[in-house]
Every structure is written in C-alpha cells, then in structure tokens.
C-alpha cells in the first residue's frame, strides 16, 4: 500500500505539492480568524437559517446548505467544511482534465487557482455563498462532460444543478444559455441521428432548469403571493442606469425622477453603483425622501428601461469596462469600486456590525466570541498582498487561448477538445459578464478561478497536444463505454483465451508494450511470418513500436518463427480463426499500455514502409481509425471477382452507414487502443468488415489512406473460393449494420463542432 501511495505521488506530484501547500493555508486562516468571517450579507443568511424565507435580496439555497451544518457544528465547523470543499473543487477539477487527457503538470496548474489563491481562501472563511456556488458550477460541467455526450437524462440534470446554482446566487440565472449551446452544438451525436437528438437534449437542459427555478417560484408565491426567485429591487441593472443616467435629457415620469440621483454624474461614478444599488433598500431615506405609497420598485425599474433604450452606449460601455477590469495583471480599484479590502485578509477582526449584534450571532452558532491572531492574520495578509493570488492577465490569457480552440484555431479544429472546451469558455464568459452588468467585484471574479483554467488547460492540449494519453480519456473525445459482457455474444476471456493468457504472462511477466504495437494474428504462416516481422521497424512517427503475434492454434512452427525474429508472442491452443485471434491481441495491447495499434496479415500482402501513413493521423490527433485502400493505391494482380466484389462491398457499406468508403476488406490498419476495445466484435473470420461497420456506426473519425496490396510471399488463402467468400462477407456486413442499428446511439462520441466525421480524408 505504501509502494502504490509513493508510485501515485510521484506521477502526481505537483498537484500533492498544491494540496499539501493549500491544506495548510486553510489550517492558518482557520486558527487566525475565529470563529469564521461575517461580512453584511453573513447576517441576511444566517437570520434565514430554518426560516427560508424567499422574499429576501437572495435566495435560499445557501441557507440549505448551512441548515444541516449549523444543525450538527458550529459557524467554526461550517468555515472548516467550505474550506475542505475549496480544496476538493481543486482536485475535482484536476480529476476532470485528466479524464480528457489534459498532462498532469498542465491539470495540477489549472487546479491552483482555488488550492492557492488568497481571495479565494478568504472567501472560503466567510458565511457566505459564492463557494457553494462555485462547487455547483463544477458539478453541472462533471454532468455535462464526464460520461462523454450528454443524453437527455444527464441534460436535465445538468439543467436541475444550474437552476441549484441560481438558488444560491441570482447572478447563475443566464449560465443556461451556454450550457444549452454546448449541448446543442458539441454532443457530436452519430451522424445518422442528426439535430433531432441534438434538440432533444438540449430541450432536456433548458426544461430540467425551468423545472427548477418554476418549482422555487412556486415556493416563492406561497410566501410572499408572487412569483420569483429573489427579492425585487426595481431591477438589477438600476445601480448601473443611476451612475450613468442624463436626467436633463430623458423624459421621465415625476416617480422616475424622484429614483434618478440629483449628483452630477461625475459624483455618482465616484459614489459607485453599490451605493445606489443598496441606497434605496434602507427604509429610512425611502420614508424620508419618497412619498409615501410610491412603489419604489416599479420607479426603478422603469427609469433603468428608459436609460438603457436612450443612453444604451454608456450602459454597455461601463459594462464592458468592468468585465476587463477583472483581468487586470495585479488587484487594483478604481473610484466607485466595491473596496478591495472588503476581500483582503485584515490584522484586526473587518467588523460590518456592531460589536453586540456580530457578539450575538456568535453566541446563537457558536460560543460567542470572535478574534483575530494577528502573527497568524499578518502572515496571510502579507502572503496575499505579497501576490497570492492569480493574476488577472493569467485568466484573460487562458480565456483567449480558450476561445482559439472553440474557434478551431490550429490542431484544435480536429480536436474534440474543441468541443469540450466551449463549455467552460462560455460559463466563464457568462457568468463574468452578468456579474459585470450589474457592477464590479471582486468577489464576483472568484466563478473565473474554477471556469478559465478549465478552459484553459483544454485549449491549450487542443491547441499544441500530438499524442494521446496513456490515461484518461483522449483529447479528441471522451472514452467510449465499451459493450457489456451481458451484450457480447462470447465472454471474454474464456477458457482459451484464459489459457493464452497465462501461458503470455509466464513467458513475459507483467512486461508493457511501446506506444505503438503491430499486431499480427496468424495461423500455419510459418514460411512468410519472419519476413514480415523483420520488415517492421523499431520506431515510426518518433514512437516506439512492439510487435506481437497471437498464433491461433496452428500446427506447424509459427510460434517459434515468431519468438525468433523478436515479436511478443501469445500462443493460442485451439484454432478459432483471425476474428477471435485479434480479438485477443486487442485486449492485450490495451491493457499492457499500448496508445496505437496496427494490424496486418503475416503473408506479406501489406507494404510495412507504408507504416507511417497509418500513424501520421492517428498521432496528429485526426482520425481514430486509419485504413489503407486498395482502391485509392494500387493491388497486384487482383481476381476480376475480388476487384469486383471491392467495389459492391464498399458502395454497400456506404449506403448503409452514409459515410464514404473505399476499401472495406483492407487489412493493414491503424487505431486507437480503445476503439476496437469499444465496439461489439463476434466473427471468427471476416472481422474487417465487422470492426469497420462498428466503427462507423459508433461515430468514431475515419480516414481512408493510399496503399498498396502485394501479391502473396507464401501460403494460400483461407477464406474459402470466391463466391463463399462474398456471400459470408455480406451476410458479416448486413449482420453488423443490423446489429449496430438496433443498437442505443452512443452517448459519448464528442465531434468537433459543426465538422463531419473524417471519413475519407486523402
């Protein structure tokens, strides 16, 4: 146990580093501040625990989560179990990047963030909501992405975390619409399936989340005899139109004038939108500067439609002026700014009450006192206005690079990344942009440490990524779900297969393979096998090559041909045929580390030199299946009757899966390890037709290569005479594509957006 626990941290080192570093951040700001930090909106929230009223400036979901907390601890316990939910975000989010084959040091990089920055650590101390939040907005992505594809099911649910979200923090209400983009456009549903499928799991998102916020409206009626999701402040764009309103010039009603500021305009952007926001919801200057029975609500909202129907320039102007404001290289404020120092880790105890009244709350959750250890305080305030914490100039970087992939920028345009990375990109953007329609925090900056350094680190192994990893999922889509045992027509393994295996690891022990292996089935090829595995190189496309042969069963001296000339040899005792051989090769190179497999046939019919051809898209990140054609090449001395039977195999197998094919019987062929592992494979004999009639039926990108067919160096075929040939090789065709319609649609293949699968591509 300890061998395995040193072998993990050694691969993933940097993030243990992050963890360790961050756990014991979290350990001094526990002890520093105690018994957790109480800003204004603290007392709003903890008031509402066990009432849950709806009719509040926000909802209730924070209070949700602190009920059953407060029930079991104290205001101590609940800054502990957040702070131990920021550390978990982090390692949610590295655990994310490397399903989608992100590189560990690029993974650990993007979860630094939320493990290190002090704002964010400050933040986790507080009685307040943004934390849960962030955790929501993580957990609708893991929804989304995890299992690949989202079919309606995993759509509505998403579509029910992002309405959870809202209930916690208003500012998530417009976080549905990229989600609903992403799903519309990125599930990459098989081709055939088409927009329908498209529209119905992105009707299952956006109904999942009506579903949601209409069910808390519903509690919000009883309550208060009106539907909502939050108290009414005559809209949340007022605080906006006050700053920048030219009253002179607008015509308003005598209420409408009454809510627009009498300052100069240059006086209200030094006040601030937060000063106007919150000015009008204290009672007193309502009763002493309104009439009476004025419905103040109504006033602002209508005067912020006239100014943004007049004046819409300088409204989306400020706007856009506070969204770049949160990618400035350091923290810095400007005039009218919510004060930074709200967000900054202080030496004294930051008081937004009265001494009795923050005393009280205390005693009720706690044992009523609070302090402050000011060594330990000013140790993280120096730590934090030191610089740590993330630059602004970091995120935005990693948001353009983020939006280059989305935009199919480079290597990213075949990339399935692409897809994967349009999520992030658009709740990063979204939920940034809401926050800076209404004004500028930064507070509400703290949703960009989760989103844009997930769509960072996925656009940039979009953008500059070659290989495949040998774990997680592979950056050009999400693992497919291979078919259940239950649904196989053979278990695997069986008894033979067993056999070989066990005679395999006593011969080789726990040995793994180079990234790439070619794989040769044979069977009594004992005057051919040597020189086609002389011929094999040892490296191709910069990567190492293994070869193994699985010997099925035959009865002359193959097997010792094939350990002589150097090849990993898997010696089966029973004749099953070349189907039932590969089959077996497939599982083996998987599960023994091999990225890459090839396949070719042990008479030398194939031209090994042609080797980098298969590999080139593979590795580029192109395709997941490269075959060579005959028909795009060249084959020597073909019978009429096979070049015929060419040509009808290839416009049936066409017809049937509406991708152009030109070769579907070539045997020297490319792919990702998973992708045979992923498809139903039964025939012993005709197994090319049946892997590529699967492949394309799982949607997995294919593309056809020029090459050569060489005449026979030795031996006869063992595929019968011509016309038995054909009729078996139909019925494996028909049989395929019957059983692969009647098949559920794959709910993981990721397309790149608005691209079509790459079949054919010369």
């Not at 692409?418 to 942009?433: D, F, I, K, S």
């Not at 009865?555 to 094939?562: G, R």
């Not at 580029?620 to 028909?631: H, I, K, P, W, Y």
Request: charged share 20%; net charge neutral.
């Amino acid at each position: 146990m300890i061998a395995a626990l040193g072998r993990v941290l050694r691969r993933h080192w940097l993030l243990a580093l992050f963890l360790l570093v961050g756990l014991a951040l979290r350990i001094v700001v526990q002890l520093a501040y105690r018994p957790a930090l109480l800003y204004i909106d603290s007392f709003r929230y903890l008031d509402d625990v066990g009432a849950f009223f709806p009719g509040g400036i926000n909802p209730i979901g924070y209070e949700l989560f602190l009920w059953p907390l407060l029930a079991v601890g104290s205001l101590t316990f609940v800054a502990a179990v957040q702070h131990l939910l920021g550390l978990a975000l982090g390692l949610g989010i590295y655990a994310l990047l490397r399903r989608f084959g992100v590189r560990t040091w690029i993974a650990a990089l993007a979860s630094a963030p939320v493990m290190l920055d002090a704002y964010q650590v400050q933040i986790e101390h507080h009685i307040m909501s943004d934390l849960l939040f962030q955790v929501l907005l993580l957990a609708a992505i893991y929804v989304l992405t995890w299992r690949g594809a989202p079919g309606p099911k995993l759509a509505a649910l998403a579509g029910i975390v992002l309405a959870a979200a809202v209930m916690v923090r208003i500012v998530g209400v417009t976080l549905v619409i990229p989600a609903a983009a992403f799903v519309l456009l990125a599930t990459g549903w098989r081709p055939r399936a088409g927009w329908r499928r498209r529209l119905i799991a992105t009707g299952a998102l956006v109904g999942g989340f009506a579903f949601g916020l209409f069910g808390y409206s519903l509690y919000h009626l009883h309550w208060t005899g009106s539907l909502g999701i939050g108290g009414s402040n005559g809209g949340a764009l007022y605080g906006r139109a006050a700053v920048v309103a030219d009253c002179a010039q607008l015509d308003l009603t005598p209420q409408e004038k009454l809510v627009c500021p009498a300052e100069p305009r240059e006086r209200r952007a030094a006040n601030g939108i937060d000063f106007y926001i919150h000015f009008w919801h204290v009672q007193d200057n309502v009763e002493k500067f309104l009439p009476k029975g004025m419905d103040v609500d109504a006033a602002q909202g209508s005067f912020t439609r006239k100014v943004l129907l007049h004046q819409p320039l300088d409204v989306v102007g400020g706007m856009v002026e506070d969204f770049l404001k949160g990618f400035a290289p350091t923290r810095t404020q400007t005039p009218g700014d919510v004060p930074l120092d709200r967000w900054q880790f202080q030496t004294t105890y930051p008081m937004y009450a009265v001494d009795w009244y923050v005393a009280e709350w205390t005693e009720v959750y706690d044992d009523g006192t609070f302090s402050v250890d000011p060594a330990l305080a000013g140790f993280l305030r120096a730590y934090q206005l030191g610089g740590g914490y993330t630059p602004g100039i970091a995120l935005g970087g990693a948001l353009v690079v983020a939006a280059l992939a989305v935009f199919g920028v480079g290597r990213a345009r075949g990339s399935g990344l692409r897809a994967v990375c349009l999520l992030p990109t658009g709740l990063a953007t979204t939920v940034l942009g809401t926050a800076a329609a209404m004004e500028f925090s930064w507070r509400y900056q703290l949703p960009g440490l989760v989103l844009i350094p997930i769509a960072g680190a996925l656009g940039v192994t979009a953008l500059i990524d070659r290989r495949t990893p040998v774990s997680g999922v592979r950056p050009n889509r999400p693992r497919p779900t291979p078919p259940k045992e239950s649904d196989m027509p053979t278990t695997f393994p069986n008894e033979v297969d067993r056999a070989a295996l066990q005679d395999y690891s006593a011969r080789y022990g726990d040995q793994r393979f180079a990234p790439v292996v070619v794989l040769i089935a044979a069977y009594n090829e004992e005057e051919s096998l040597g020189n086609v595995l002389d011929a094999i190189p040892a490296r191709s496309c910069d990567l190492e090559v293994d070869k193994l042969v699985v010997v099925d069963g035959a009865t002359d001296d193959t097997a010792e041909v094939a350990l002589k000339h150097g090849a990993q040899t898997c010696i089966v005792p029973t004749n099953r045929g070349q189907g039932a051989a590969l089959r077996l090769g497939y599982r083996l190179a998987a599960e023994r580390g091999a990225r890459y497999i090839v396949t070719t046939d042990a008479d030398g019919q194939y031209d090994i030199d042609e080797l980098p051809k298969l590999l080139t898209p593979l590795v580029d990140g192109r395709a997941d299946f490269v075959t060579g054609s005959r028909r795009l090449g060249s084959s020597e001395r073909p019978a009429l009757i096979r070049r015929a039977g060419t040509y009808v195999f290839a416009w049936l197998v066409s017809a049937l899966t509406g991708q152009r094919i030109t070769d579907t019987s070539f045997g020297f062929r490319g792919m990702r390890a998973e992708v045979p592992n992923s498809v139903t494979l039964e025939q012993p004999q005709y197994q090319s037709s049946e892997l590529l009639v699967g492949v394309l039926s799982h949607g997995y990108r294919v593309c056809e290569q020029p090459m050569r067919m060489l005449a026979r160096t030795a031996g006869v075929s063992k595929k019968g005479n011509n016309f038995a040939y054909g009729y078996r090789y139909a019925r494996v065709v028909l049989g395929t594509w019957w059983r692969e319609r009647r098949a559920s649609p794959p709910h993981w293949a990721q397309e790149p957006i608005n691209e079509p699968v790459a079949v054919g591509e010369r």
